[in-house]
Structure formats: C-alpha cells, structure tokens
C-alpha cells in the first residue's frame, strides 16, 4: 500500500528550499500527524471530537505557536492561528484546511491542505517582511462528516450557517449525538454561537488539496487552478408501475418500474455534455420493490447526484434529467414522481483570483491547468461569504483518494505549498 514512507522523507532531503518552503519539515510534519488515528490496514481514521482529533490538533497548535502564531481554538472546534498585519483595520487573508478522515482514509486528504498553509506561513514569517494585512491559518473541523453526517461542518459555523438547533438533529452509529460529543470535547452548543465570524473579517481565502482525481496527473501538470467548486443537487426520482408474477405477465402487458429506472439511468449519462463540459450526474442509489426474483418491479427509487460549477447549467441540467423522467414513465404508463434531498450551490473561482493563481505559478516555473472540483471542500463555504477564494490542487497518484492509498509526491507538495506561499505574499500587501 502507499502510504507516507520513509523514501518520502528521504525524497524530502533532496528537495532544494522552493520559494522558502522546506519539502523536509513539510515530509516530518505529514508524516508526524499520520501518525495519529492511524489504521492496522495502514490508513487513517481521525473523526472529529475524538481522542484522536484531540492529539492532532495539539500537535498543531504546538507546531503554530513555534512558528510565532497566536493560537486559539473556537466554539466549534475550529483551530485558528494568527499573524498580525501592520494595519488592524484591514480584513486578513486566511489559509487552511481540514484534518479530520474518512475511515480508513489517507494521508492527504486535509491534512496536506493544512500543513501547506502552515509551511506557507511559516516561510513568509522566516523572510522577516511586515504587511499590512494580518494572516490566519485555519483547520476546520469535521469536513468530511464521516462520524456525524453532518460535513462542512466547522466552516458552516464560522460563516453563521450552522445554529445550536441544528447540532441536535445528528447522531453518529453508536446513537451518540452531536450535542453530546461537542459537549464531551468541551464545546457546549450552547455556545455556538461564539464561532461566528463575519464575512468583513476576511478579504481573502485560499485552500490548497489534493485533486482527488487524475486529470493533473495525466497531463504532467503539478499545479491545479480550480475553477469553481460543484455543489451537489441530489435528487430522489421514484417510478411507479405493477408488480406482476415474473411467470404469468407477458412482457407486452408490464408495466416494470426497474425498466423505467434502467432506462432514466442510461439516458442520464448523455445529458451533461449537453450543457456543460464541467457537469456531471451519477445515479448513485437505487432500490426497487418488491426486490424479489420472481416478482415484477412495482416501484422503483432512484438518487441522482448532479454537480457543476454553475448554478445555471446545474438546474437546467436538473430540470432535462426530470423530464426524461417523466417522458420515459409515460411512454411507459408508470408514473414518475421526484423530490430534492440536497442542493448546496456551486461556487465559482472568480477569474481575479484564477489569474493572481495562475501568475504565482508561472512566477515559480511552474505550469498550471485550470479545472473544477467536483468535490466539495472549506473552501465551497466560505466563497459563499468571502468572494476573494480560490483552491489551488497538486496531483494524486493514480487519482486515488479517501484510501490507505492516497499519495501525492514530496515534489507536488512542494511546488503547492510555494505557490501558495507566493500568492498570499501578493494578497497580504493589498491594501484595497
């Protein structure tokens, strides 16, 4: 399996310092935090409000605290380190990730996002320059919503989009709700509340990730400017026609909802190209009914997942799957019903923002390439609130993610990290 190796470090060794970031201090500190939660398969479980999320974000409070940063955690469980500008008045520039897994996760997944940022601050603090801007890291809490089906969580509730009401609709799969182990960890939410932070505090916001796909990778290409990030639309179709005995009902005579489901799944995949480049749709779920072999499918229920960075493209990709829907049900005499389980909005990278990535890249020698994130991160919630947000991928081997697998190059961390590290030099000594 890969996993963060000691040919990692020792790669780490012989990588020069890139735009001050030092690839083996970037290598000890990933592999440091893998460490934590760490799996017999050789993967990472690190859930939030854990003895295990507790350790690392010690680890990382000790590491911003080195480095000269102000550490403090908030009401949700959201670690913050900050760098004061000259000017207090202005609104600070903010960098960070996640930390928390998936079970059994990878390495990456966050945590480079998150140790980048730090690598990249702690380069700008060892050049000894003052800007007018302050400078704050942020590691969000509970991302992936892996313990609590609740993800995006931390960054929900610093952009006040997430209240004490909420938190009591969650339970994990022991029946322990999300009340009770913000409670335990030491953040009643009661006090939720006190995370907030308005939007005038921020002028800008960078995330940097894996890709968690394997379009940089093909191209050789070890930067990512993203584009937008697609906000999933999920949405629930249910045909209903007879179930009938498999033996005796002529297939003239049926009226199969499995068919109609079979049909809308097939006709899906042909639609977003229609629209957009950047759209996609999965048929992710499907149950039938009776689910038995020697039964027609009376009913048949299907969840579709459709993504793109537009809000526009989406929802009219949204309303031709519903029609086909409801086209294929009547040709068939079934009925077609739907209703929408999510909808976050997509966020689009605004093109000021693509270009100063793009330039901090071509600055650095390195080549870029603009493209989506089909995946949500931090960085999806607070561009809803900070327009000045942008996300900068590096590559995953084999476009592999949320398994022991995940791996990206000493190499490609590095290059992000300076990247990263440049741009916010340029955002810092903005004073609009």
């Given at each position: 399996?890969?996993?963060?190796?000691q040919?990692?470090?020792?790669?780490?060794?012989?990588?020069?310092?890139?735009?001050?970031?030092?690839?083996?201090?970037?290598?000890?500190?990933?592999?440091?935090?893998?460490?934590?939660?760490?799996?017999?398969?050789?993967?990472?479980?690190?859930?939030?409000?854990?003895?295990?999320?507790?350790?690392?974000?010690?680890?990382?409070?000790?590491?911003?605290?080195?480095?000269?940063?102000?550490?403090?955690?908030?009401a949700?469980?959201?670690?913050?380190g900050?760098?004061?500008?000259?000017?207090?008045?202005?609104?600070?520039?903010?960098?960070?990730?996640?930390?928390?897994?998936?079970?059994n996760?990878?390495a990456f997944?966050?945590?480079?996002?998150?140790?980048?940022?730090?690598?990249?601050?702690?380069?700008?603090?060892?050049?000894?320059?003052?800007?007018?801007?302050?400078?704050?890291?942020?590691?969000?809490?509970?991302?992936?919503?892996?313990?609590f089906?609740?993800?995006?969580?931390?960054?929900?509730?610093?952009?006040?989009?997430?209240?004490?009401?909420?938190?009591?609709?969650?339970?994990?799969?022991?029946?322990?709700t999300?009340?009770?182990?913000?409670?335990?960890?030491?953040?009643?939410?009661?006090?939720?509340?006190?995370?907030?932070?308005?939007?005038?505090?921020?002028?800008?916001?960078?995330?940097?990730?894996?890709?968690?796909?394997?379009?940089?990778?093909?191209?050789?290409?070890?930067?990512?400017?993203?584009?937008?990030?697609?906000?999933?639309?999920?949405?629930?179709?249910?045909?209903?026609?007879?179930?009938?005995?498999?033996?005796?009902?002529?297939?003239?005579m049926?009226?199969?909802?499995?068919?109609?489901?079979?049909?809308?799944?097939?006709?899906?995949?042909?639609?977003?190209?229609?629209?957009?480049?950047?759209?996609?749709?999965?048929?992710?779920?499907?149950?039938?009914?009776?689910?038995?072999?020697?039964?027609?499918?009376g009913?048949?229920?299907?969840?579709?997942?459709?993504?793109?960075?537009?809000?526009?493209?989406?929802?009219?990709?949204?309303?031709?799957?519903?029609?086909?829907?409801?086209?294929?049900?009547?040709?068939?005499?079934?009925?077609?019903?739907y209703?929408?389980?999510?909808?976050?909005?997509?966020?689009?990278?605004t093109?000021?923002?693509?270009?100063?990535?793009?330039?901090?890249?071509?600055?650095?020698?390195?080549?870029?390439?603009?493209?989506?994130?089909?995946?949500?991160?931090?960085?999806?919630?607070?561009?809803?609130?900070?327009?000045?947000?942008?996300?900068?991928?590096?590559?995953?081997?084999?476009?592999?993610?949320?398994?022991?697998?995940?791996?990206?190059?000493?190499?490609?961390?590095?290059?992000?990290?300076?990247?990263?590290?440049?741009?916010?030099v340029?955002?810092?000594?903005?004073?609009?």
């Amino acid at each position: 399996m890969t996993f963060i190796r000691q040919d990692f470090n020792d790669a780490a060794k012989q990588i020069p310092i890139q735009n001050g970031i030092k690839a083996n201090v970037l290598a000890a500190r990933l592999t440091a935090l893998s460490q934590i939660g760490r799996t017999s398969e050789g993967g990472v479980t690190r859930f939030v409000y854990t003895d295990e999320e507790k350790q690392a974000k010690k680890l990382l409070h000790k590491w911003g605290s080195r480095i000269g940063l102000t550490m403090r955690e908030d009401a949700a469980g959201n670690l913050i380190g900050r760098l004061e500008g000259s000017d207090p008045n202005l609104a600070a520039v903010a960098t960070g990730s996640h930390i928390d897994t998936v079970a059994n996760g990878g390495a990456f997944d966050g945590a480079l996002g998150a140790l980048a940022s730090l690598s990249a601050i702690e380069a700008i603090i060892e050049e000894g320059e003052t800007y007018p801007r302050s400078l704050e890291w942020l590691v969000f809490a509970n991302e992936e919503g892996s313990r609590f089906p609740t993800g995006i969580f931390g960054s929900q509730v610093m952009m006040g989009e997430f209240t004490e009401k909420d938190v009591q609709r969650y339970k994990d799969t022991n029946g322990i709700t999300l009340a009770s182990a913000m409670t335990e960890a030491g953040y009643p939410p009661s006090n939720i509340a006190d995370a907030q932070r308005s939007k005038e505090d921020f002028y800008a916001f960078i995330e940097l990730h894996i890709e968690q796909g394997k379009q940089l990778e093909d191209a050789n290409i070890p930067i990512g400017i993203v584009s937008g990030i697609a906000g999933p639309l999920w949405l629930r179709g249910t045909f209903t026609g007879e179930s009938d005995h498999a033996g005796n009902t002529p297939m003239t005579m049926r009226k199969d909802a499995s068919i109609a489901g079979a049909e809308w799944i097939i006709g899906i995949e042909k639609l977003p190209h229609s629209f957009t480049k950047t759209a996609v749709a999965t048929v992710g779920a499907q149950e039938v009914y009776p689910n038995t072999p020697n039964v027609i499918t009376g009913k048949s229920v299907l969840t579709v997942d459709i993504r793109d960075i537009h809000v526009e493209t989406r929802d009219q990709l949204v309303d031709a799957i519903i029609n086909l829907g409801t086209d294929i049900a009547s040709s068939r005499g079934l009925t077609f019903t739907y209703d929408f389980l999510t909808a976050i909005d997509p966020v689009p990278v605004t093109e000021p923002m693509q270009t100063l990535l793009k330039e901090s890249a071509s600055k650095l020698g390195l080549a870029s390439m603009t493209l989506p994130s089909g995946a949500g991160h931090d960085a999806m919630i607070i561009g809803r609130h900070i327009e000045n947000t942008g996300m900068i991928f590096v590559p995953s081997v084999g476009g592999t993610s949320h398994s022991p697998e995940e791996f990206t190059s000493i190499d490609d961390c590095v290059s992000g990290t300076a990247v990263l590290k440049e741009a916010l030099v340029q955002l810092l000594q903005e004073d609009r």
